[in-house]
């Protein structure tokens, strides 16, 4: 590839030790060299960047980018999150007359909130009654089913509920409503979906790529990648790098909810591991989900919520089945990430977590968004522990407000006080190239004007004195993923001796005026040197 200088730049590096420079040299795909240099000599080509500002490629801590390769297989489409029961039924209706697929395939949407209103089967079902449809919820961790699907799953009267915490809603008389609650109920609707080839995963993955290229990522973190020793998606990312059409690193995990054995899982996990990892790809994780989502009325709490519904959420795995799991992953060299949300699933989390002693992959809680002072104190003290979550969940909003009540309402996320604490922050996107989540500078901006009602408007989350400062959220989206992920000695800063990942960007992230943060744009992209998004 040469010797490549670029010179005259706005270099933010992500390396706590130099953390600007002016100047960089790429040689062989790695930086050779990083500084204020101008005379470099030697090199076979000279950019003049005229003062641009360059970061380090960014680093998607928490995604699901493999999501995508199911969208498209199922052709989903995507519904608006504020549809009301009423409007459901025309809504699937034009759907349907959309559809590209054979009128007996099932339909798919997403993106709706179920948590408002009273949705049943009926909602659906006066519009689509001949083929089954599914309509997931915006966060993940519901859907809806018309009375076809039902049907064609056996969900009656006499179907048991996975669990008194994940289950299907029924009316008063105790028939299922089409409502599905948490992801042990809905796992057996896939049964309703077309399945992935080889053929759509290696396509779906391959635009996903360059989707993330453009938005300035070079390397993910896919949560929840992989539930079985089918090798189809590391099968497809693994040919994609071979042939050079892989732009960005992919971490792949290893979904564990308890069907199986924990053995036995591992030692699926230690099957794909050994087939597949590559410097690209990389089948490295252990996750497992603890509890739910405020939104939903299952992220686990310490206390009661605070409206009618009442309730302390749901706990999705035991923590002495979670504990068994991540000691046997961890002593099989596994990294391991538990997604805990309320107060009580992150005290779980913790103590699974801590039990472990050091291992050698890392240990990770995913979204954060209720902690106690204990907790914080567990959490501190521990020292190896990522905090993970997404800023652009740091607004506010009346459900939330009358799910947890004021005290607990402004307890949410507490970023300010990890990082004080010397906690390490990680900012991810939870989603699919969602375009709000996923746009790492409207992140850095919510993480950083947190509690400035004047930029925040309605949105606002109190205190301010849980925002951070820009640098700190620059590092949350780049060194510290790359920490969480154990790639620091890979990526995540500019520095010597790494991969020269990196991007410009249109604007100086750091000094310009805060509002306009969340407007940057990303003008190029490189990966291992090369450029992945926006040209020579």
């Not at 005259?8 to 953390?19: M, P, Q, R, S």
Request: net charge negative; with cysteine; aromatic share 8%.
């Amino acid at each position: 590839m040469g010797r490549k200088a670029y010179i005259n730049g706005l270099v933010y590096t992500a390396d706590e030790n130099k953390l600007k420079a002016a100047s960089f040299i790429v040689e062989d795909g790695r930086f050779a060299y990083v500084g204020d240099a101008t005379d470099l000599a030697g090199c076979d080509e000279c950019t003049d960047l005229g003062g641009a500002c360059v970061i380090p490629g960014l680093v998607d801590s928490h995604c699901h980018m493999i999501s995508g390769v199911e969208q498209s297989a199922m052709d989903v489409e995507f519904v608006e999150q504020t549809t009301t029961p009423g409007e459901l039924g025309d809504v699937m209706l034009e759907l349907k007359r959309k559809a590209r697929r054979s009128d007996k395939d099932c339909m798919v949407a997403m993106g709706i909130d179920l948590t408002v209103g009273t949705f049943s089967a009926a909602d659906i079902d006066r519009a689509v009654s001949d083929r089954p449809v599914v309509v997931f919820s915006f966060d993940g961790h519901a859907l809806l089913l018309n009375s076809f699907a039902m049907k064609k799953l056996g969900i009656d009267e006499n179907a048991e509920d996975p669990s008194e915490d994940s289950y299907y809603a029924r009316d008063e008389k105790g028939v299922p409503t089409g409502l599905v609650i948490e992801i042990p109920a809905m796992r057996p609707c896939k049964k309703l979906f077309a399945k992935p080839t080889p053929e759509i995963c290696r396509g779906a993955l391959g635009e996903l790529s360059q989707a993330y290229s453009a938005l300035g990522y070079t390397t993910v973190f896919d949560a929840m990648s992989l539930e079985d020793e089918s090798p189809l998606i590391p099968e497809a990312l693994d040919s994609l790098d071979r042939e050079g059409a892989l732009n960005l690193r992919a971490v792949l995990s290893f979904g564990y909810s308890g069907a199986v054995g924990a053995s036995e899982a591992v030692r699926s996990m230690e099957k794909i591991r050994s087939s597949f990892s590559s410097p690209n790809v990389i089948p490295d994780t252990l996750k497992m989900i603890g509890d739910g989502t405020i939104e939903e009325h299952s992220a686990l709490l310490g206390e009661p919520y605070s409206d009618e519904k009442g309730g302390y959420g749901s706990l999705l795995m035991k923590p002495e089945d979670m504990a068994e799991a991540a000691s046997l992953a961890a002593k099989a060299g596994f990294s391991v990430h538990i997604h805990a949300i309320g107060d009580k699933a992150v005290d779980n989390a913790l103590e699974v977590l801590t039990s472990l002693g050091e291992i050698k992959g890392t240990k990770t809680i995913a979204h954060n968004q209720l902690y106690t002072d204990a907790a914080i104190k567990k959490i501190s003290e521990a020292g190896d522990i990522f905090f993970q979550t997404t800023p652009q969940w740091m607004t506010a909003d009346e459900h939330t407000l009358r799910c947890l009540g004021p005290q607990r309402f402004s307890r949410q996320f507490p970023v300010g006080t990890m990082v004080k604490r010397g906690v390490t922050v990680t900012f991810g996107s939870d989603c699919c190239l969602e375009e709000a989540n996923s746009d790492a500078f409207l992140g850095m901006f919510y993480a950083c004007a947190r509690g400035n009602k004047e930029m925040c408007g309605e949105e606002c989350l109190v205190p301010e004195s849980e925002s951070i400062t820009r640098m700190e959220s620059l590092f949350a989206y780049t060194a510290n993923g790359a920490r969480q992920l154990g790639l620091s000695d890979e990526t995540g800063s500019i520095k010597e001796g790494l991969s020269a990942d990196f991007v410009i960007v249109d604007r100086d992230i750091i000094n310009c005026p805060l509002p306009e943060l969340k407007d940057t744009e990303v003008i190029k992209t490189y990966f291992r040197g090369k450029t992945v998004y926006g040209g020579e």
